[in-house]
């Protein structure tokens, strides 16, 4: 069973400033997916990625495949970036299975 | 292109009462997947079906079922309800069965059993 870890739960930043939030697996996978859940519900995904890094406006993920360990920055943060932040892994070949979660919230 | 759609957005039961929720993927998508978010905790996997059949199902009581139909729309089917059912729902859709790739997720339904 693999088990997933988010951290920080919680974070709150001023705008402008360089957030990052981690996630580690305990289980060797295929490839690890970066999700965004906005207030009301709706879920985006933002990353899939099975090694190195992946960027994508002022989003990046990174992942290091031997310490079970991937982590989402944004730089220049904005108060639009206030969201959940959700990372998911396979286990096995037929389910993900997800973080907790981290809240972000970004002060103007 | 329309992305996935789910409906009802909202919906209210009362306690034994049965519930459908539905989602159509997005055209092309053979995979469907339903998740439930209850409140403050994280995203749990329900149910996975491809190509019309069930793939996988996660730890949920038989009363939670569902369907794909021929044009890869698929429905979920909560039985007998209980409280503790009220959550949002969310399905998603990918365009094969690997893991590896993207997913796309509908808005959700968000369920209340009272």
């Known amino acids: 069973k693999n088990e997933v870890e988010q951290s920080p739960q919680n974070l709150t930043a001023q705008e402008g400033e360089f957030i990052t939030i981690n996630c580690s697996y305990s289980?060797?996978?295929?490839?690890l997916h970066w999700l965004q859940q906005h207030p009301g519900g709706g879920i985006v995904s933002l990353f899939m990625?099975?090694?190195g890094k992946k960027k994508h406006g002022r989003l990046i993920a990174t992942i290091n495949i031997q310490e079970k360990h991937s982590s989402l920055h944004i730089t220049a943060s904005h108060p639009r970036d206030s969201a959940v932040y959700i990372c998911?892994?396979?286990?096995?070949?037929?389910?993900?299975?997800f973080g907790q979660g981290t809240r972000l919230t970004i002060n103007p | 292109e329309a992305g996935v759609t789910q409906s009802p957005t909202h919906l209210i039961k009362t306690r034994g009462q049965q519930a459908t929720l539905r989602c159509s993927p997005i055209s092309g998508h053979t995979s469907v997947y339903w998740y439930q978010q209850a409140l403050g905790l994280g995203l749990q996997f329900l149910l996975w079906?491809?190509?019309?059949?069930?793939?996988n199902r996660g730890n949920f009581p038989p009363r939670f079922s569902g369907r794909q139909f021929p044009n890869y729309s698929s429905e979920l089917n909560v039985n007998a309800l209980e409280l503790e059912d009220s959550a949002l729902y969310l399905c998603?859709?990918?365009?094969?069965?690997?893991?590896?790739?993207?997913?796309?997720f509908g808005s959700g339904t968000q369920l209340s059993v009272l």
């Open positions: 998603a859709s990918s365009l094969g069965i690997s893991l590896s790739e993207k997913l796309f």
């Open positions: 998911a892994v396979p286990e096995g070949a037929q389910k993900l299975v």
């Open positions: 990625l099975s090694s």
């Open positions: 289980v060797g996978i295929s490839a």
């Open positions: 079906y491809d190509e019309g059949e069930e793939r």
